[in-house]
């Protein structure tokens, strides 16, 4: 199922035609899931994929990453290709962004970018942002947003997925804080 996963988000974040459909601007499938499936069933190490294997991986994921909607699927989010993700918001205040030590060198002069995605990341949790910042190094860094302040000056953010929210962009003056993860959280004032 992970595999059926990490395939679902390659096909409908980044290469729908990889299974000859088309995604709308919402990023849903031209296809049911059904259709999907049997696409799908067609590659080699596949066969056993049915549509309610589709519907389990939908079900059983924690972090909201797909949706199915009148009888068609889409990724809630980390498109590459031009969809528009997530529904807008004005129901949050703080978010965090996870990233490496590194990135945080770059981040603290030009914000947060979306880099190869349509989106930036953030999470309503410092636990998410610390998971998805361990995806890319050990050195990691949890920035803590005023996403109301960025929200009251016309900054579009975007809920996509469970605790997960999309923006085009975050300047660094709504970058508010640094999460000292060696000191319960306790939060450092940005450098």
Request: no cysteine; charged share 30%; net charge positive.
């Given at each position: 199922?992970?595999?059926?996963?990490?395939?679902?988000?390659?096909?409908?974040?980044?290469?729908?035609?990889?299974?000859?459909?088309?995604?709308?601007?919402?990023?849903f499938?031209?296809?049911t899931?059904?259709?999907?499936?049997?696409?799908?069933?067609?590659r080699?190490?596949?066969?056993?994929?049915r549509?309610?294997?589709?519907?389990?991986?939908?079900?059983?994921?924690?972090k909201?990453?797909?949706e199915?909607?009148?009888?068609?699927?889409?990724?809630?989010?980390?498109?590459?290709i031009?969809?528009?993700?997530g529904?807008?918001?004005?129901?949050?205040?703080?978010?965090?962004?996870?990233?490496t030590?590194?990135?945080?060198?770059?981040i603290r002069?030009?914000?947060?970018?979306?880099?190869?995605?349509?989106?930036?990341?953030?999470?309503?949790?410092?636990?998410?942002?610390?998971?998805?910042?361990?995806?890319?190094g050990?050195?990691?860094?949890i920035l803590?947003?005023?996403?109301?302040?960025m929200i009251?000056?016309?900054?579009?953010?975007?809920?996509?997925?469970?605790?997960?929210?999309?923006v085009?962009e975050?300047?660094?003056?709504?970058?508010?804080g640094?999460?000292?993860?060696?000191?319960?959280?306790?939060?450092l004032?940005p450098?």
């Amino acid at each position: 199922m992970e595999r059926l996963s990490k395939l679902l988000s390659y096909i409908l974040r980044h290469n729908p035609s990889s299974v000859g459909m088309t995604l709308d601007n919402k990023g849903f499938s031209s296809i049911t899931v059904e259709e999907l499936a049997r696409r799908i069933a067609t590659r080699r190490g596949y066969e056993w994929v049915r549509p309610e294997h589709i519907v389990e991986v939908v079900e059983i994921d924690e972090k909201g990453r797909f949706e199915i909607k009148d009888g068609r699927i889409r990724a809630t989010y980390g498109h590459s290709i031009d969809v528009e993700a997530g529904t807008p918001t004005k129901d949050v205040e703080i978010l965090y962004h996870g990233t490496t030590l590194r990135a945080w060198k770059m981040i603290r002069d030009q914000g947060i970018k979306p880099g190869k995605r349509r989106y930036a990341h953030l999470s309503s949790s410092i636990e998410d942002a610390l998971s998805m910042a361990r995806r890319h190094g050990r050195d990691v860094v949890i920035l803590k947003i005023d996403a109301k302040a960025m929200i009251n000056d016309g900054f579009e953010v975007r809920k996509a997925g469970k605790g997960i929210y999309l923006v085009k962009e975050v300047p660094p003056k709504y970058i508010v804080g640094i999460v000292d993860l060696f000191n319960n959280n306790k939060l450092l004032k940005p450098q």
